[in-house]
């Protein structure tokens, strides 16, 4: 198993030790306070085009379960808003509570979700490979989405039929033509300031992009994430995936800019 989970030993607590850059200056999530956050109205709206979105497979990673996207073209991207060019979808991923309504990564004046979506891009004008580009200061633009615990989202139930197939750590399965278009909100409108991956390595290489508008979630449809495990197969332990979220960092002075569409 990796060295850093979310447990007590090897949790966001003690991820300094092998990555000192947690203690950064560009560290995600955060706490947003939208009075503070600066209107700019030279932001644009963000554009996804992700018409001919082709996912590939979904896996477990031990640490969250994961939808990859074949990112060998610039098939399905998004491009505006705080971006100077197209990023393309490589993958998303969640972060989850145990129960109630915790579970997010950034909060909303403290304010936490049940869940929290994230879709991962990459600046492949200027870098030549994702892991070049997930080192590098402008090389990510991450989606966030807030899940809040409500009705059931049935853009979601392809993704909670499917973890039956990932239960165990290291586990893949084939998950095709899944379009994360029908997981949006209503509105685009958003928060975006420079931050940092939440996980190891923490790299300070990510836009962020925190849409306001939350999706729903059944309780039900929750209740599926918890039945992932951080175990693999062989292993003789059965610990539940659930809480993977890193709690809100110190803003160190960056401004958060809110757009108006
Ligand atoms: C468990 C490791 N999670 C990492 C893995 N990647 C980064 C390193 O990749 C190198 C090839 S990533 O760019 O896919 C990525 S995005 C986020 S988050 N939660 O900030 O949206 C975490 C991670
Ligand atoms: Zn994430």
Not at 76 to 94: C, E, M, S, W
Not at 229 to 243: C, H, P
């Amino acid at each position: 198993r990796d060295p850093w989970g979310y447990g007590n030993e090897d949790g966001p607590d003690a991820w300094h030790k092998d990555y000192p850059i947690a203690q950064g200056n560009r560290q995600s999530p955060i706490d947003i306070i939208p009075e503070e956050a600066v209107h700019d109205a030279s932001l644009s709206p963000i554009f996804l085009s992700y018409d001919y979105c082709n996912s590939i497979n979904i896996y477990n990673n031990g640490h969250s379960v994961i939808v990859e996207f074949d990112d060998t073209d610039d098939r399905t991207v998004i491009r505006g808003g705080p971006l100077d060019n197209a990023y393309r979808l490589k993958q998303f991923h969640f972060h989850w509570g145990g129960k109630g309504n915790h579970g997010s990564e950034h909060t909303v004046r403290g304010k936490t979700y049940a869940s929290e979506l994230h879709l991962v891009h990459w600046n492949a004008a200027k870098y030549k490979t994702f892991g070049e580009a997930a080192a590098g200061p402008d090389g990510l633009a991450v989606i966030a989405i807030f899940l809040e615990k409500g009705d059931e989202h049935r853009g979601l139930h392809k993704i909670t039929d499917a973890f039956y197939m990932v239960k165990f750590k290291g586990s893949v399965a084939d998950f095709k033509g899944f379009n994360p278009k029908i997981l949006l909100p209503n509105s685009l409108v958003y928060w975006t300031y420079p931050g940092s991956l939440t996980t190891p390595p923490l790299h300070e290489s990510v836009t962020w992009i925190v849409l306001k508008e939350p999706i729903t979630v059944s309780e039900k449809q929750m209740g599926r994430f918890r039945m992932l495990l951080i175990s693999g197969e062989e292993e003789d332990d059965r610990t539940r995936m659930e809480n993977n979220f890193r709690p809100p960092q110190p803003l160190k002075g960056r401004k958060v800019r809110a757009s108006s569409n």
